[in-house]
Nanobody, 121 residues
Framework: QVQLVESGGGLVQPGGSLRLSCVASGFTFSSYDMSWYRQAPGKERELVARIPYTGANTVYAHSVTGRFTISRDNAKNTVYLQMNSLKPEDTAVYYC??????????????WGRGTQVTVSS
């Protein structure tokens, strides 16, 4: 029942902005940390940003610090990634991620299907 659905990707020019959204369902969203990862062609998946369930103490990859902002709206079960000053090297598929405990008391790692971000002139 757990689902993560990303949206907001697209094609932008260098220096432009995009805001990604991830709508979550099937678990108590407000109790869990949420993360954004990305994977570019030929590269490993990397953590972009993470926001704890409290909304405080966010974590960013060095390459995006100062340009990207992660936030969450627990009332909407949604986590966002505001991306400013985009660079060609930001081009990747961006994935929403969380690890949750389900009714069987086991931890599960969940991923959205991803949304493509392309930064090109």
């Amino acid at each position: 029942q757990v689902q993560l659905v990303e949206s907001g990707g697209g094609l932008v020019q260098p220096g432009g902005s995009l805001r990604l959204s991830c709508v979550a369902s099937g678990f108590t969203f407000s109790s869990y940390d949420m993360s954004w990862y990305r994977q570019a062609p030929g590269k490993e998946r990397e953590l972009v940003a993470r926001i704890p369930y409290t909304g405080a103490n966010t974590v960013y990859a060095h390459s995006v610090t100062g340009r990207f902002t992660i936030s969450r709206d627990n009332a909407k079960n949604t986590v966002y990634l505001q991306m400013n000053s985009l660079k060609p090297e930001d081009t990747a598929v961006y994935y929403c991620n969380t690890a949750v405990v389900l009714s069987d008391q086991r931890w599960y790692n969940y991923w959205g299907r991803g949304t493509q971000v392309t930064v090109s002139s």
